[in-house]
């Protein structure tokens, strides 16, 4: 008993002593910790027998709680006070201004994708995409395009590796190929992605986009592809009239074949949709070839159909009068605040907030 009660007396003054938490927690794991004394004492209830053993066991439990108690509550003390310290040092100043919350802003190539995937999703297109990398069968042959087409020259088109098999696609028509291969028809659908050419100046970037559309079935016609371009033309320009004139044009893949340009005038240097008498190219379509159709496995006297490609980028340019192509691959911050759009999801209220 005497060692418990030593002990005690021992322990209650290195506690009162203790003037700070690391010191405390010494303390803690004098008693308590390996090889404490409080712990090691336990050891010697097996060595005594009968009432002593009940009692020192009692006893023994008691300063253990104790000691316990006395220490934990002297350690929040010193936390709480080390927690006042802090806040009493380190005030916050409410009177600084708040940090402005920054938005990001959408690529007018995304947002254009985004409108023209819309305005044909309302007439019933489905989205479809093919890869960046095809090979020169989908890119290509399929498309009835013959061995010495300009287009396969080394000039036009990026190969990757030796033999001409892969390359980067040169136009968005390999997804009419992977669509109408993988399903059966009818087929209706767009296909927005980038597509890759050699060629580089104000109006041609080595990497451009654009969006196909094909639309498969057993009575489309050309007055169908009509209809469909120049509903999709008004919607996007958002004017009520336009001048859409085709062109009579060759592409392997379609017979007959046509450019379609649209009617603009210069008004103060800007240009004006659908007025005036100035033409602008802006797609290639036609009724898709039954050579195409073929490769496709798609039986030529039940179904037909057209397709279209359309310059997504030139959309924007005409659309936000954006001069110069290769401005939107430049990945300049600055431009993209100027021309960018803000995210939808963004609250009204921080609307101005921005870089
Ligand atoms: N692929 C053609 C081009 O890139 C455009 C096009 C698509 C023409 C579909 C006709 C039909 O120039």
Redesign the pocket.
Known sequence: MDEILHLEKEFKSKIDQSDNLHKIEQVKSEAFGKNGKIGELFKKITTLQGEDRKNFASNLNKLKDNINNLINSKISLFEQEEINKKLSEDRIDVTLPGRPITFGKIHPVTQVIDEVTAIFGEIGFLVAEGPDVENEYNNFTALNTPPHHPARDMHDTFYLGQNKEILLR????PV?IRTMMSGKPPFKIIAPGR?YRCDSDQTHTPMFH?V??LHIDKNVNMGHLKGVLDYFIKKFFEVDKIKMRFRPSH?P??EP?AEVDIGYELKDGKIVIGEGDKWLEI????M?HPNVLKNCKVNTSVYQGY???IGIDRLAMLKYGINDLRSFFETDVRWLEHYGFDPLDIPANYRGYSR
């Not at 040169?170 to 028509?173: K, L, M, N």
């Not at 797609?283 to 036609?286: F, V």
């Open positions: 040169t136009h968005t028509s009419q597509t654009q196909e559309g592409f893949f379609t074949s797609l290639g379509c036609g898709v397709a279209f490609g």
